[in-house]
Structures are given as structure tokens and as C-alpha cells.
């Protein structure tokens, strides 16, 4: 692994999905160079998403793989198949719901699992196509801390 300068390395070790809470300053005690600036806010990006993602799938793993495959089989009773159709209808027996309603259910928490994903992977994309056009250091640390933002909103979905 490249040795990190001071305030990347508390960059990447502060980072706290639980609390949403993001470092957003990219200084160090060097002067860096616009295109030295990039070339770190780059590899910042690709560390927050990974973080993001990594904190959303061990925190929910179960839930993640659970809703995907229940969102399958709420596809497959509603085509008629008779094994999705008797699964569904015995734990909306067990909730108390109907299995219409429960489908309902399952498509909204699959949704927000699937949208937290895309949503994590395009504000690393806005992000790094920010940086790549930044004309100036505060620019760069400014897209920076938008991705910062955008990644807490991602997290946020999956609540």
C-alpha cells in the first residue's frame, strides 16, 4: 500500500458511516500541485466509495441478500409459480398482511438496497469527472467533500 500523507490517512481511518459523518478537508502539509491534487482526490474517491459500500453490505448483508431474493420470488409468484406463490403466502400469514402487500414490502426495501448501490457509484463518477475538469485545488477539495454528501445521502436509503 502507498504511504498516505497525514491528512489522507485520517481521511480514510475517520471515516464513520454509522454516524454518516465524513472528513471533508483534503489538506496536507505539503503543497501539492493541481494535477498532484487530482491524482490524491482520485484515489480519496475510490477509498470513500469502497468505505461506503463495504459499511453498507457488512452492516446489512442479510437484509441485502434476503430482500434480492425475495424481490425474485415476488417476480415469480407473480408470474403464477406455485412454490414463490405458497412462500409469500405464508409469511404474510405470519405478519399479518396479505401477500400482495407483502410484495409490496419487499419491492420497496429491495429498491432502496438497489438504489444505494447505483447512488454510491455515480457520485464517485460526478466526482472524479469534477476533479478531472477542477481548475484549481479548491476545486478538487470541493468535489471531494460534494461526494462526501452524496455518500451519506446513499446510506441514508438503506434505513
Same mark, same amino acid.
Given at each position: 500500500?502507498?504511504?498516505?500523507?497525514?491528512?489522507?490517512?485520517?481521511?480514510?481511518? %475517520?471515516?464513520?458511516?454509522?454516524?454518516?459523518?465524513?472528513?471533508?478537508?483534503?489538506?496536507?502539509?505539503?503543497?501539492?500541485?493541481?494535477?498532484? &491534487?487530482?491524482?490524491?482526490?482520485?484515489?480519496?474517491?475510490?477509498?470513500?466509495?469502497?468505505?461506503?459500500?463495504? %459499511?453498507? &453490505?457488512?452492516?446489512?448483508?442479510?437484509?441485502?441478500?434476503?430482500?434480492?431474493?425475495?424481490?425474485?420470488?415476488?417476480?415469480?409468484?407473480?408470474?403464477?409459480?406455485?412454490?414463490?406463490?405458497?412462500?409469500?403466502? &405464508?409469511?404474510?400469514?405470519?405478519?399479518?398482511?396479505?401477500?400482495?402487500?407483502? &410484495?409490496?414490502?419487499?419491492?420497496?426495501?429491495? %429498491?432502496?438496497?438497489?438504489?444505494?448501490?447505483?447512488?454510491?457509484?455515480?457520485?464517485?463518477?460526478?466526482?472524479?469527472?469534477?476533479?478531472?475538469?477542477?481548475?484549481?485545488?479548491?476545486?478538487?477539495?470541493?468535489?471531494?467533500?460534494?461526494?462526501?454528501?452524496?455518500?451519506?445521502?446513499?446510506?441514508?436509503?438503506?434505513?
Amino acid at each position: 500500500m502507498e504511504q498516505l500523507l497525514p491528512a489522507e490517512r485520517e481521511l480514510v481511518e %475517520s471515516a464513520d458511516p454509522e454516524t454518516d459523518e465524513w472528513p471533508v478537508i483534503l489538506t496536507s502539509p505539503l503543497e501539492l500541485t493541481l494535477d498532484e &491534487a487530482k491524482a490524491r482526490a482520485v484515489r480519496a474517491v475510490d477509498r470513500m466509495a469502497e468505505t461506503t459500500r463495504a %459499511s453498507v &453490505a457488512s452492516s446489512y448483508p442479510g437484509k441485502i441478500g434476503t430482500y434480492t431474493l425475495k424481490r425474485e420470488a415476488a417476480l415469480a409468484a407473480a408470474g403464477g409459480d406455485a412454490e414463490a406463490e405458497a412462500l409469500f403466502a &405464508a409469511e404474510a400469514a405470519a405478519r399479518g398482511t396479505t401477500a400482495a402487500d407483502l &410484495a409490496a414490502l419487499v419491492e420497496v426495501k429491495a %429498491s432502496a438496497w438497489q438504489s444505494a448501490a447505483f447512488a454510491i457509484d455515480t457520485a464517485s463518477i460526478v466526482a472524479k469527472n469534477a476533479i478531472e475538469a477542477a481548475e484549481d485545488t479548491d476545486r478538487v477539495s470541493a468535489a471531494v467533500y460534494e461526494l462526501s454528501i452524496a455518500l451519506a445521502a446513499a446510506v441514508a436509503e438503506t434505513k
